[in-house]
């Protein structure tokens, strides 16, 4: 069973930089599964931030692109977000999650395992 | 970017009644469309992907149909733990999207 934890400080100020990482447990994640975060405003819906491969390849949400960075970190079976100069619109529960990927030339890009969530409020 | 279009926004069902969720794509995205259920506090749960197949531990009360632009979610009995707020999300390209959710409330 893969389990996706989040960890990362909960309070961010203004124009700083909004650091989390995801610690996978329960499989591999040199796997053909791709690793992603996903947001969600208090009381909002979901947003789709970004997803990264074992190889270090990425794609980024075009609004969000500018100011972020998925990594991995396959010794730590980890893998981590950074958004810069955060704003008050950028507190959120950020979840990472697993992508299904792609098996014998079938892709599939929707979420089968997710973390429990770490709230991010970007205060002063 | 392809926006989802959900609806309604509430959905109020008494327990045993049948619930129909709506999922509207602003072009088409084939099958390539995922449901999932989010109850408060808890992280979203996938539901159904490629539109109709029930996912692991998914209760066969739930079924996806559709394809193309037009998708619907049906609970055919509803029970106290579905009550929750439903998402669906296209995966057809990129950036994925996600609709903005239909809160099914107890009548």
């Known amino acids: 069973q893969v389990q996706l934890q989040e960890s990362g400080p909960g309070l961010v100020k203004p124009s700083g930089t909004l650091s989390l990482t995801c610690a996978v447990s329960g499989g591999s994640i040199s796997s053909s599964n791709w690793w992603s975060w996903v947001r969600q405003p208090p009381g909002k819906g979901l947003e789709w931030i970004g997803e990264?491969?074992?190889?270090?390849?990425?794609n980024y949400n075009p609004s969000l692109k500018s100011r972020i960075t998925i990594s991995v970190d396959k010794s730590k079976k980890q893998f981590s977000l950074k958004v810069r100069s955060v704003t008050a619109a950028d507190t959120a529960v950020y979840y990472c999650a697993r992508i299904v990927g792609c098996t014998n030339g079938i892709c599939l890009y929707y979420f089968d395992y997710w973390g429990q969530g770490t709230l991010v409020t970007v205060s002063s | 970017e392809i926006v989802m279009t959900q609806s309604p926004a509430t959905l109020s069902v008494s327990p045993g009644e049948r619930a129909t969720l709506s999922c509207r794509a602003s072009?088409?995205?084939?099958?390539?469309l995922a449901w999932y259920q989010q109850k408060p506090g808890q992280a979203p749960r996938l539901l159904i992907y490629g539109a109709s197949t029930r996912a692991t531990r998914t209760p066969a009360r739930f079924s996806g149909s559709g394809s193309g632009t037009e998708f619907t979610l049906t609970i055919s009995s509803l029970q106290s733990e579905d009550f929750a707020v439903y998402y669906c999300q296209h995966y057809n390209n990129w950036p994925l999207t996600f609709g903005g959710g239909t809160k099914v409330e107890i009548k």
């Open positions: 990264i491969y074992h190889s270090g390849s990425t």
């Open positions: 072009q088409s995205v084939s099958s390539n």
